[in-house]
């Protein structure tokens, strides 16, 4: 992460210009596989044709943030959008054992959001799902409904963990008994039972941790972290492999300390500002057109042996009939950074940060003019191989692009 964190002055392991450089990721299909931890990352177009069951022993899903019952501008329809990410698990190549879904279910907490969301889900292929709370699902009777559809045989506010295949599942509940101006909180009940759980597992054994709020401090200005997530992390020193999954935040986020890797989801609801970026959170409208593009699922791949995760994260965005894809250029970054298309696909490269930048071959196949904000290129890939690619004006800018033989049988 030294490339990321650029001055650590809360001693959270971000700053705000190493937040925005991650941040690039936001909106895009990325896989990170995590192994001793240390991250290498994949397009999810990467993954196409890829069998989980080929690769790994299992592997499950999570989404976040439905927030059923919300209608605003930011998206006139959250169900619909649910919906679409269903079918794209239902899309995978091999279907997930599993769905984790990391809170905020609801938006107002009303039995007929937790009946929509629970006929959207019996859609799915992955007929077993884990639930958390987010704040959203604890508005009335403090939480006691939820707990009584989600989390029947959980401990206290919802809190229980689970063994798969030889990985420990725990899921944490901390966004109860909320404080002003303060952080989502564990609390000592909490605390003493995850140390507990712990405690009772090999320091072999791979952990995945789970929470609506993200464990680590985010952006604390706006709430986004956990105040006693330190102390629940410092339970897990003693194991190789730790992964810690989140929502909240509507966008994707991944930093490694050490052996614990963080990995927050976008929503399927609806996307929010990146932090420092507005005056506050909350509900953030796109264009139509880009709204699936900021919305997604996270795919995870367990792979035994070296207990190795693999994390795809996918947006909703559908490629068009002539395979046209997207890549984003912002924050100094092309997104996302590695590509796989197939012939004749059609890329088209959009400039929304606030300086021009240009996309130039390494081997001079193309070369667009300077882009301005929210000016683009697109440049149609005719023949196999990898092409490598940066920005002139900022030669630390780079990418590339991996074209695949539509219909290898087709050539003699």
Known sequence: ??????????????????????????????????????????????????????????????????????????????????????????????????????????????PSEFDTLDQVLRSCKAKQAFFVPGEHDVLTDNGQQYRERYARNAKGAGWYSFDHKGVHFVGLVNVVDLKAGGLGTLGSEQLAWLQKDLAARSTSTPIVIFAHIPLWTVYPQWGWGTDDGAQALSYTKRFGSVTVLNGHIHQIMQKVEGNVSFHTAMSTAFPQPKPGTA??????????????????????????????????????????????TTVKIDNFSFTP????????????????DDVPHNVVSTEKKFSSPVLDTDQNFTFTFREPGKYSYYCKIHPMMTGTVVVEEANPDART
């Open 1 to 110: 992460m030294s490339d990321r964190i650029k001055v650590n002055l809360n001693k959270d392991g971000v700053d705000r210009r190493g937040f925005l450089r991650c941040m690039a990721w936001a909106g895009t299909g990325a896989v990170w596989t995590m192994s001793g931890g240390v991250l290498s990352s994949k397009t999810f177009d990467q993954m196409s044709g890829h069998h989980a069951g080929a690769a790994g022993e299992f592997s499950f899903v999570q989404i976040s943030d439905s927030h059923i019952g919300f209608n605003k501008e930011a998206n006139k329809d959250v169900t619909a959008t649910l919906q679409t990410a269903i079918a794209k698990i239902n899309a995978l190549d091999s279907a997930p054992e599993f769905l984790i879904h990391t809170g905020d279910l609801s938006h107002l907490s009303k």
């Open 279 to 324: 005056p506050s959170p909350g509900p953030m409208k796109v264009p139509s057109e880009q709204l699936r593009g900021v919305l997604g699922i996270t795919h995870v791949n367990y792979i035994p042996g070296n207990h190795t995760l693999a994390v795809v994260d996918s947006n909703l965005a559908a490629q068009d009939a002539a395979g046209a």
């Open 337 to 352: 950074k590695s590509l796989t298309v197939k012939t004749g696909a059609a890329v088209t490269w959009i400039n929304q």
